[in-house]
Nanobody, 121 residues
Framework: QVQLVESGGGLVQAGGSLTLSCAAS????????MGWYRQAPGRQRELVAV???????DYGDSVKGRFTASRDIAKNTVYLQMNSLKPEDTDVYYC???????????????WGQGTQVTVSS
């Protein structure tokens, strides 16, 4: 099983910054893609930033230019530096990855438990 543990959420004023981290652990042969999504009550989960198989980092339109994703491949960890935060960034942020437990096994999708980010105006 693969576990994703997020940390770094909290309360911040508009214009401030937060950094989230997500570490993957467990039985992992390889990670295919890994990144961040967010969801508010009553809304669909949306892409924030993800490292794709081809090494490309995709960002959601609403965070481009403000958020920066980075990763430590050796540690199976991704980070999300969030700058110039706005009240509309208030959401639960989820870490997601697709991974193989062993060579030749199918890709499986894994989600973290989520971390709350609240931006006050």
């Amino acid at each position: 099983q693969v576990q994703l543990v997020e940390s770094g959420g909290g309360l911040v004023q508009a214009g401030g910054s937060l950094t989230l981290s997500c570490a993957a652990s467990g039985t992992i042969f390889s990670i295919n893609d890994m990144g961040w999504y967010r969801q508010a009550p009553g809304r669909q989960r949306e892409l924030v930033a993800v490292f794709t198989t081809g090494g490309i980092t995709d960002y959601g339109d609403s965070v481009k230019g403000r958020f920066t994703a980075s990763r430590d491949i050796a540690k199976n960890t991704v980070y999300l530096q969030m700058n110039s935060l706005k009240p509309e960034d208030t959401d639960v942020y989820y870490c997601r990855c697709t991974a193989r437990r062993e060579l030749g096994s199918p890709l499986t999708v894994h989600w973290g438990q989520g971390t709350q980010v609240t931006v006050s105006s």
